[in-house]
C-alpha cells in the first residue's frame, strides 16, 4: 500500500510538471518578446494617458511598449502613416475637421460613427471607444471651450492582427472605467508633484485594472 501512494504521488507530480511545461511557454510565445510603439504628442494629458495605456498593455499581457513623444500633431501623424507608430490618441471632432467635414450639427455619436468609419475605409486604422474625457486643455473648466471632442485610442490594422485582444483590454478604460476630463485633471496635477508613472500606475490599481 505505502509503494503505491508513492507510485500515485509520483503520477501527480509527472502529470503537473508536463502540464507546467506545455502551457507555460504557450502564454510566453504570445506575449513576452513582443513590442508596441504608442505615440503621444508632448502634452501633459496625452502623456498621462499613454502611461496609463503602456502600463495596462504591460501588465495585462506582458507586451513591451515604447512610447514616442511627438512635439506636433502633424509630426505624429506622418508616423502613424508610415507604420512606425502601431497606436495613438487623436480626438473625434479634431480629426473631422482636419477632413473639412460639417460635423457640428451631428450628434456626438454620428461623429464617431463617421470619423470611425472614414478612418478605416481610407487609412486601414481603426478607432476604439471613447475613454470619457475629451480634447481640451488640462485645468479648462469649460467643456465646451477649445474642445476636440472625444479621445479615443487609434490602432493599425495590421497591429490588430498581431494583437487581436488589444481593443478588449484598452476599451476597459471607457466602458469598465470612464476616465472622464475631471479625473484626468486630478491626475496630471499629482503627477506635477511626482513621476507620472507612478500616479498611472496607482490609478490603474485603484480601478482594478491590474
Known sequence: MVMQRLINQLLV????????????????HACVGRKLVLGSLEDDRQGMVVRIL?????????????????????????????????????HVDAALSRYG???????????????KKRFEEELNLIWLKPM??????????????ASQGAASVVVHKETLKKFPALPRLLEK????????DGRLDSLVLKGKAT????????????????
Open 13 to 28: 507530480m509527472v502529470i503537473i510538471v508536463i502540464t507546467f511545461t506545455i502551457t507555460i511557454p504557450h502564454v510566453s
Open 54 to 90: 503602456s502600463i495596462l498593455i504591460h501588465e495585462r499581457t506582458g507586451t513591451t511598449v515604447e512610447v514616442k513623444f511627438f512635439t506636433d500633431r502633424e509630426k505624429l501623424l506622418a508616423q502613424v502613416a508610415k507604420g512606425k507608430v502601431d497606436l495613438y490618441i487623436d
Open 101 to 115: 467635414e460639417e460635423w457640428e450639427p451631428l450628434s456626438p455619436e454620428d461623429r464617431f460613427r463617421r470619423i
Open 132 to 145: 470619457g474625457y475629451s480634447g481640451r486643455e488640462t485645468g479648462d473648466a469649460s467643456p465646451g471651450t
Open 173 to 180: 478604460i471607457g466602458t469598465k472605467v470612464v476616465l472622464d
Open 195 to 210: 513621476k507620472p508613472a507612478s500616479v498611472a500606475r496607482e490609478y490603474l490599481k485603484e480601478v482594478k485594472l491590474i
